[in-house]
């Protein structure tokens, strides 16, 4: 995973995601990676592995040239 930290408080599943981090360019490189878990997760808790799995993917825009 790349700057994600996930945590399970009884039926909530809290996710911590640092905005200012940056991980490069995406694939189609129109923006830039912020967080990944890079695939599905299958989720854990105290009990074991869950029936939830978290793909998730926080991207951020490119700027464009003179457009700010």
Not at 3 to 31: A, T, Y
């Amino acid at each position: 995973m790349k700057n994600v930290e996930i945590k399970i408080r009884g039926n909530k599943l809290l996710i911590s995601i640092d905005l200012s981090q940056e991980h490069g360019l995406s694939r189609s490189k129109r923006s830039r990676v912020v967080a990944s878990t890079e695939g599905n997760i299958p989720l854990v808790d105290s009990g074991g592995y869950r029936d939830e799995i978290l793909n998730l993917n926080l991207t951020r825009k490119v700027g464009r040239a003179g457009t700010g």
